[in-house]
Nanobody, 125 residues
Framework: QVQLVESGGGSVQAGGSLRLSCTAS???????MTWFRQAPGKEREGVAT?????????YYDYSVKGRFTISRDNAKTTVYLQMTNLKPEDTGVYYC??????????????????WGQGTQVTVSS
């Protein structure tokens, strides 16, 4: 069993920045490590993903491309989400997940086996 623990959430004003961290209880080799978010009353949506295999591919939802950057540490236990130029619509609970989807299904909730408990991000206007 794998435990994922997120940290780094908080409250910021629009235009501000936050960095989220997700630490796994073991090295996650050849997994997609993905950040999802869920706003009140909305479905959980994929924000960004990074593959922990050799190619290290990263993909982003169009709404965050150019503002968010996902990265990983060399030990493959921690994944980061650097969020800049935050907007009120970025508000929600951010979850870290690990799974083995294909590239074109990285954003699907049902493709992931392991989930963290979530961390709240609130962006005020």
């Amino acid at each position: 069993q794998v435990q994922l623990v997120e940290s780094g959430g908080g409250s910021v004003q629009a235009g501000g920045s936050l960095r989220l961290s997700c630490t796994a209880s073991r090295a996650m080799i050849r997994y997609y490590m993905t950040w999802f978010r869920q706003a009140p009353g909305k479905e959980r949506e994929g924000v960004a993903t990074i593959y922990t295999g050799e190619r290290g591919s990263a993909y982003y939802d169009y709404s965050v491309k150019g503002r968010f950057t996902i990265s990983r540490d060399n030990a493959k236990t921690t994944v980061y989400l650097q969020m800049t130029n935050l907007k009120p619509e970025d508000t929600g609970v951010y979850y870290c997940a690990a799974g083995e989807p294909t590239d074109d299904r990285w954003y699907r909730v049902d493709e992931y086996t392991y989930w963290g408990q979530g961390t709240q991000v609130t962006v005020s206007s």
